[in-house]
């Protein structure tokens, strides 16, 4: 006989664990520059809409399937219909695959957390020094391994003394931390509330298709979906949790940190460069050398900047713990092994895979997959390839095979299901439907086709 199940204490653990997973990286640096790129208020407010409808049905689905079937997804997909087995499968390659690589850049975190707290500012903000760190060797790798750790030994504590306590304390710590932040930014910097007014205010004559397409991908990988994440979470869900409570506030935190994200950025890098929209750029290169460069000129910004690295760096962990959690789940279900064997595993694999992920800005630099680095070929594999695929045959297999009516009754069980005709609807006809655009979309960005 296995093992009672692991499970979370109660409804407020598993909303600020789901919600740790959900803000990460992504929040803090990828949504304030697509929000700059597509409009500002208009890309906020399709943002808004599509996460009570689109974001809101896929979380549901998840979480009801992982407390259904108390497995993660690797099992629950087969327990409810073996011919979907291989969405489980899939989807367990995710975590997998994101896991080491985000731990490399969850070192780069850590290395200018420490470097802020070390009052090296100036050194910091120069236009070489990001390209210098990650090209040598040593450092990164030595960065990673201490991020890897302190997820493992969280992971370790289990779900309800590790991750449930751990995201207690981390996630109200970050709301604080970025509204100060923000409010700091704001009504210190001259010219800021020009870039408020930009961020908030909707422009129409801004939409396009475009401002769909990518709010719905930013969506899309910011609520942690098609990770098996939510699957897992799920299953260690009691009975008496009602879901769609937990998914709309498990949103709103989402949507409200990355809102907060952008109140913070935005108007800083608008102040810094006199409203240049060009100045957000994508990636690494807006956290780890622009706004570095703004910290070092600001009124007490070595605070701020130490400050702003402490809470990048518990987004960061906080959905690494989440990864690490899903895929040891997984073994752990899988394979019926013990939870430090299960944890040993995923370490090897993280090593495994980061390494190269690491070195592939230094040692290995001119060792490419399909014309990519090592780190980026791995985020385009998970990200842009495999999780729409997921999310799509979820969606499909949802509305078509499992039908509406399995999710809408497991959701009802404590509560009514308020929202089960508009679940319903976006869970057979337009979720497959965005999920596609998102997938075309994102591998015709990958190559240069179209620019998103």
Known sequence: MSAKRSSFTGKIGFVLAAAGSAVG???????????????????????????????????????????????????????????????GVLASLVPMIILPYYSVIGGWVLKYLVGFSANKAGEMAQ???????????????????????????????????GIETVSKFMMPLLVVMIIFIAGYT????????????????????????????????????????????????????????????????????????????????????????????????????????????????????????TLFFVMVFFAALTSSISLMETVVSIFHDKFKINRKLCCLIVIGICLALGLPSSL????????????MQVLDFFDFASNSVIMPVVALATSIFVGYFLKPKTIIDEVSLDNTFKRKGMFSVVIRYVAPVCILLILISSVLSAFGVISI
């Open 25 to 87: 990286l992504g929040n803090i640096w990828r949504f304030p520059y697509l929000a700059a790129k597509y409009g500002g208020g208009i890309f906020l407010l399709v943002y808004i809409v599509l996460a009570v409808t689109f974001g809101f049905a896929l979380m549901v689905a998840e979480i009801a399937i992982g407390r259904k079937t108390q497995l993660s997804a690797i099992g629950a997909f087969k327990a409810l219909d073996k011919r979907f087995s291989f969405v």
């Open 127 to 161: 236009d070489s020094y990001f390209g210098n760190y990650i090209g040598s060797v040593s450092e990164p790798i030595l960065c990673f391994l201490v991020f890897l750790a302190a997820t493992a030994v969280i992971v370790l504590c289990g779900v309800d003394k």
């Open 186 to 305: 704001i009504f210190t910097m001259d010219g800021a509330i020009d870039g408020v007014i930009y961020y908030i205010k909707p422009d129409f004559s801004k939409f396009s298709v475009m401002t769909v397409v990518s709010a719905m991908g930013q969506l899309f990988y910011s609520m942690s979906l098609a990770m098996g994440i939510m699957i897992t979470y799920g299953s260690y869900m009691k009975k008496e949790i009602s879901i769609e409570k937990s998914a709309s506030q498990i949103e709103l935190f989402d949507t409200g940190i990355a809102f907060l994200a952008g109140l913070m950025i935005i108007p800083a890098v608008f102040a810094f460069f006199g409203g240049d929209e060009a100045a957000l750029g994508q990636g690494p290169g807006l956290m780890f050398v622009t706004l570095p460069k703004i910290f070092d000129v600001m009124p007490g910004g070595t605070v701020i900047g």
């Open 360 to 371: 592939g800005y230094s040692a290995w630099s001119e060792f490419k997959l399909l014309g």
